[in-house]
């Protein structure tokens, strides 16, 4: 590229950039679920504990305590993550969108003038940068940080694997696994090995280096960018290990992906934008959920660019467009479960088995179609049988979507299961197809214009067509939505126990009240998501992301729906309950308000405590069975591997415990007795146990939870979390960084000297 393409690029992904953000200018942002739910709160903590000068290992405040430092998506060791440490939520969420979309438009242009080292015109690599960074397929995954910080690096990924940097492409992988989208970094290998053998294979004659020796220095490569970011790495496999995650059957995954007539998701988008939700009895009801989870299947990237590239796969003389054709096999292939690949792939890759990944397949398919679109955008004229067929068969379509109400069933039938649809519902479908038909008109006139008007008229045309589909799909709010407090905050954060949620209120559906989806959002916001008392300090025993230990999982599902004033209940130190239904006593009721009950116990145990006997189970389903017994939390601890103490001793009274310093991950108190001190925290192992400065070892007790022996006569009890792999990680990352570093000067002295 020209010093004046690469100019024009930056300035026209700023322009685009200004396009897409101007409600910012009114003090408003983009929100959607994920980001209020989950990362509003993750990234307010982390903040609050960095500002302080402590850095964010364990999270004590969601799921009776959880790996903080477990969980990627938090990115508390990614570069860009500064400006949630820096600025208030809002602000620094809106920054770090708009940075990296437009890092990603800018690696779309150059990786597609990197793969065509034709002269491409600077137009055609325009239409993909727009078509790749505000397409569907990317807006629908702003509500995932990580994955809006990851998209950039896998274009970049191409290129340098086009071009053979290695050292960059080492830095590359560790940025985009800090990133902490991990789903994405088995399409980065891919990109990036995709890179790598079209300079292998299809640039015989520009090769500087044998086979064998470009794909030693990949492997190396790649190494050493997973070696550089092993903290985050390993805190994670330590995490994920102990984690009970929710996994999908083949069927379910085929269920919500792709359907036979998936083309009219890329043609009429907007059919996802609204026609399933504001039209029920009331503005949301249980069938939110599935059908946000389609709306990450849309990889729509603009009409015209479909079209286009299109019609360029068909020009099959060209081994580039045979490779893009292989890479669209095999992710339809995959996204619509076609076996053996899908089932080959589920066995063979781990933990590729989530909807979110088979959906994110379409990621190649994207690709692949952002960059058979600059080539069409060359001269459609070229191949304008085929152009004018494929613009023929879709104007016929979406008219027959916009005219009759029968196609129009047919459509949401296939594609949302609906059975009829309400008259809002039918006129919102007619009018998507319409809108749709008005941009075929125009990308049809633009196509019988000169070259130079066609090409940015292109540009223009599609930018514009994304704009719209964007403001109906991303509401914006005022950025003091997230400021909004939780409901009785200050009444929870001065309890002494636990908030909960009603195990039948878990599995059952998730009302939203009120008329517009802002206020839906933040009516579950205020009830059942308690990552959102994460920033305000309120304990709760449920953590519906990400992480939650195998073991506290069990013990939560066995509590009792009927008996929430019982010993397991008690033991957790619930002291608030939220509730969809009536409970009975003990439980005393509070607050009402829309599909919501608050009820408080009057008798919870305290977080930690002292028990002068123990009693050995090592069966999982008996010791379970045990503890939904009438089993007196404050008499006995239940272990699995110490064994019991004598039942001809009788108990000794301990005093109590008095706390005397409690950090987010430090605990200390003091007590006295020849017993058990027992925490109502999450077992991990990297928590540390001291008594009377000498290291204990800390036991599993009640099934998920913490005790630790005590001598007789007085004692102080220190709880300390410092994982083993996060510390070995550190050392690893550091030697992989200087590896780098030292190779870095090496290639700079080298450059120097020629």
Same mark, same amino acid.
């Given at each position: 590229?020209?010093?004046?393409?690469?100019?024009?690029?930056?300035?026209?992904?700023?322009?685009?950039?200004?396009?897409?953000?101007?409600?910012?200018?009114?003090?408003? &942002?983009?929100?959607?679920?994920?980001?209020?739910?989950?990362?509003?709160? %993750?990234?307010?903590?982390?903040?609050?504990?960095?500002?302080?000068?402590?850095?964010?290992?364990?999270?004590?405040? #969601?799921?009776?305590?959880?790996?903080?430092?477990?969980?990627?998506?938090?990115?508390?060791?990614?570069?860009?993550?500064?400006?949630?440490?820096?600025? !208030?939520?809002?602000?620094?969420?809106?920054?770090?969108?708009?940075?990296?979309?437009?890092?990603?438009?800018?690696?779309?242009?150059?990786?597609?003038?990197?793969?065509?080292?034709?002269?491409?015109?600077?137009?055609?690599?325009?239409?993909?940068?727009?078509?790749? &960074? %505000?397409?569907?397929?990317?807006?629908?995954?702003?509500?995932?940080?990580?994955?809006?910080? #990851?998209?950039?690096?896998?274009?970049?990924?191409?290129?340098?694997?086009?071009?053979?940097?290695?050292?960059?492409?080492?830095?590359?992988?560790?940025? $985009?696994? $800090?990133?902490?989208?991990?789903?994405?970094?088995?399409?980065?290998?891919?990109?990036?090995?995709?890179?790598?053998?079209?300079?292998?294979?299809?640039?015989?004659?520009?090769?500087?280096?044998?086979?064998?020796?470009?794909?030693?220095?990949?492997?190396?490569?790649?190494?050493?960018?997973?070696?550089?970011?092993? !903290?985050?790495?390993?805190?994670?496999?330590?995490?994920?290990?102990?984690?009970?995650?929710?996994?999908?059957?083949?069927?379910?995954?085929?269920?919500?992906?792709?359907?036979?007539?998936?083309?009219?998701?890329?043609?009429?988008?907007?059919?996802?934008?609204?026609?399933?939700?504001?039209?029920?009895?009331?503005?949301?009801?249980?069938?939110?959920?599935?059908?946000?989870?389609?709306?990450?299947?849309? =990889?729509?990237?603009?009409?015209?660019?479909?079209?286009?590239?299109?019609?360029?796969?068909?020009?099959?003389?060209?081994?580039?467009?045979?490779?893009?054709?292989?890479?669209?096999?095999?992710?339809?292939?995959?996204?619509?479960?076609?076996?053996?690949?899908?089932?080959?792939?589920?066995?063979?890759?781990?933990?590729?088995?989530?909807?979110?990944?088979?959906?994110?397949?379409?990621?190649?398919?994207?690709?692949?179609?952002?960059?058979?679109?600059?080539?069409?955008?060359?001269?459609?004229?070229?191949?304008?049988?085929?152009?004018?067929?494929?613009?023929?068969?879709?104007?016929?379509?979406?008219?027959?979507?916009?005219?009759?109400?029968?196609?129009?069933?047919?459509?949401?039938?296939?594609?949302?299961?609906?059975? $009829?649809?309400?008259?809002?519902?039918?006129?919102?479908?007619?009018?998507?197809?319409?809108?749709?038909?008005?941009?075929?008109?125009?990308?049809?006139?633009?196509?019988?214009?000169?070259?130079?008007?066609?090409?940015?008229?292109?540009?223009?045309?599609?930018?514009?067509?994304?704009?719209?589909?964007?403001?109906?799909?991303?509401?914006?709010?005022?950025?003091?939505?997230?400021?909004?407090?939780?409901?009785?905050?200050?009444?929870?954060?001065?309890?002494?126990?636990?908030?909960?949620?009603?195990?039948?209120?878990?599995?059952?559906?998730?009302?939203?009240?009120?008329?517009?989806?802002?206020?839906?959002?933040?009516?579950?916001?205020?009830?059942?998501?308690?990552?959102?008392?994460?920033?305000?300090?309120?304990?709760?025993?449920?953590?519906?992301?990400? =992480?939650?230990?195998?073991?506290? #999982?069990?013990?939560?599902?066995?509590?009792?729906?009927?008996?929430?004033?019982?010993?397991?209940?008690?033991?957790?130190?619930?002291?608030?309950?939220?509730?969809?239904?009536?409970?009975?006593?003990?439980?005393?009721?509070?607050?009402?308000?829309?599909?919501? $009950?608050?009820?408080?116990?009057?008798?919870?145990?305290?977080?930690?405590?002292?028990?002068?006997?123990?009693?050995?189970?090592?069966?999982?389903?008996?010791?379970? #069975?045990?503890?939904?017994?009438?089993?007196?939390?404050?008499?006995?601890?239940?272990?699995?591997?110490?064994?019991?103490?004598?039942?001809?001793?009788?108990?000794?009274?301990?005093?109590?415990?008095?706390?005397?310093?409690?950090?987010?991950?430090?605990?200390?108190?003091?007590?006295?007795?020849?017993? %058990?001190?027992?925490?109502?925290?999450?077992?991990?192992?990297?928590?540390?146990?001291?008594?009377?400065?000498?290291?204990?070892?800390?036991?599993?007790?009640?099934?998920? =939870?913490?005790?630790?022996?005590?001598?007789?006569?007085?004692? &102080?009890?220190?709880?300390?979390?410092?994982?083993?792999?996060?510390?070995?990680?550190?050392?690893?990352?550091?030697?992989?960084?200087?590896?780098?570093?030292?190779?870095?000067?090496?290639?700079?002295?080298? &450059?120097?000297?020629?």
């Amino acid at each position: 590229m020209t010093r004046r393409d690469i100019h024009l690029l930056l300035w026209f992904g700023g322009g685009s950039l200004l396009l897409f953000f101007l409600p910012l200018f009114a003090g408003e &942002t983009h929100f959607s679920g994920d980001i209020l739910y989950s990362f509003h709160p %993750w990234f307010t903590y982390a903040a609050q504990n960095i500002q302080s000068g402590e850095f964010p290992l364990w999270n004590p405040f #969601s799921a009776c305590g959880e790996s903080f430092i477990g969980n990627p998506q938090i990115m508390l060791f990614y570069p860009g993550a500064l400006f949630f440490w820096t600025f !208030p939520f809002p602000v620094g969420w809106t920054s770090f969108l708009a940075f990296h979309q437009w890092l990603l438009f800018t690696a779309t242009g150059l990786a597609v003038r990197s793969f065509y080292k034709t002269n491409l015109r600077t137009t055609s690599v325009l239409l993909a940068a727009v078509s790749m &960074t %505000w397409g569907g397929f990317v807006t629908v995954l702003w509500e995932f940080p990580g994955a809006v910080a #990851s998209l950039p690096f896998l274009l970049l990924f191409f290129i340098l694997g086009l071009t053979r940097r290695w050292l960059s492409f080492s830095l590359s992988l560790s940025l $985009l696994l $800090l990133a902490g989208y991990t789903p994405f970094a088995y399409y980065a290998v891919l990109l990036g090995a995709a890179g790598m053998g079209v300079q292998v294979f299809f640039r015989r004659g520009d090769r500087r280096s044998p086979d064998w020796k470009t794909l030693l220095f990949w492997s190396a490569a790649l190494g050493a960018g997973i070696a550089a970011c092993a !903290p985050q790495i390993l805190s994670t496999w330590e995490a994920a290990r102990h984690s009970l995650r929710a996994m999908i059957s083949p069927s379910e995954a085929r269920n919500y992906l792709l359907t036979p007539i998936f083309l009219i998701k890329f043609l009429v988008p907007e059919i996802f934008d609204k026609v399933a939700l504001p039209f029920q009895s009331h503005a949301f009801g249980a069938e939110f959920w599935p059908v946000q989870r389609n709306w990450l299947n849309t =990889f729509f990237i603009g009409t015209l660019p479909l079209l286009l590239a299109l019609a360029a796969l068909t020009d099959f003389r060209k081994r580039k467009n045979l490779f893009w054709g292989a890479v669209i096999l095999f992710s339809a292939a995959m996204a619509m479960g076609w076996d053996p690949v899908f089932s080959a792939a589920r066995t063979l890759i781990p933990g590729f088995r989530y909807m979110t990944h088979f959906s994110h397949l379409i990621l190649l398919t994207v690709v692949s179609l952002v960059f058979l679109a600059a080539d069409g955008g060359e001269a459609p004229a070229r191949k304008p049988l085929v152009f004018w067929g494929l613009w023929g068969g879709a104007f016929l379509l979406v008219i027959a979507l916009a005219a009759f109400p029968t196609c129009r069933l047919f459509t949401l039938k296939k594609l949302l299961g609906t059975a $009829l649809l309400s008259p809002a519902q039918d006129r919102h479908v007619a009018g998507a197809a319409a809108k749709t038909a008005v941009i075929l008109l125009g990308a049809g006139a633009l196509a019988l214009c000169p070259a130079r008007v066609r090409g940015w008229g292109f540009v223009f045309l599609t930018l514009a067509e994304l704009r719209f589909f964007a403001i109906g799909f991303h509401p914006t709010v005022s950025m003091d939505f997230f400021k909004e407090p939780v409901t009785l905050q200050e009444k929870l954060q001065a309890a002494p126990g636990r908030y909960a949620v009603d195990p039948e209120t878990v599995r059952g559906p998730k009302f939203m009240a009120g008329e517009t989806l802002a206020a839906g959002y933040q009516s579950l916001r205020q009830a059942l998501y308690p990552n959102i008392q994460l920033p305000f300090r309120i304990r709760s025993t449920w953590g519906y992301e990400v =992480f939650p230990e195998k073991n506290f #999982s069990e013990f939560r599902r066995n509590i009792p729906s009927d008996n929430l004033g019982g010993a397991p209940a008690r033991f957790l130190g619930i002291d608030h309950v939220l509730s969809t239904r009536p409970l009975p006593p003990p439980a005393e009721l509070l607050a009402r308000a829309p599909h919501a $009950l608050l009820y408080s116990f009057d008798d919870p145990l305290p977080l930690v405590g002292w028990v002068p006997l123990s009693r050995k189970i090592a069966d999982p389903q008996e010791r379970l #069975s045990f503890l939904s017994s009438p089993w007196d939390p404050t008499k006995e601890v239940i272990l699995e591997e110490e064994e019991s103490v004598s039942a001809g001793i009788a108990p000794v009274p301990g005093k109590p415990l008095r706390r005397l310093k409690e950090r987010s991950s430090y605990l200390e108190v003091a007590g006295e007795g020849a017993g %058990w001190v027992v925490r109502g925290e999450t077992f991990h192992s990297g928590w540390n146990v001291y008594v009377n400065g000498q290291h204990r070892r800390l036991m599993r007790a009640n099934h998920a =939870f913490q005790a630790a022996k005590t001598p007789p006569g007085g004692w &102080t009890a220190v709880f300390l979390y410092r994982p083993k792999m996060f510390r070995r990680g550190l050392g690893i990352g550091l030697a992989a960084l200087l590896g780098l570093g030292f190779g870095a000067v090496l290639f700079m002295r080298r &450059t120097a000297l020629r």
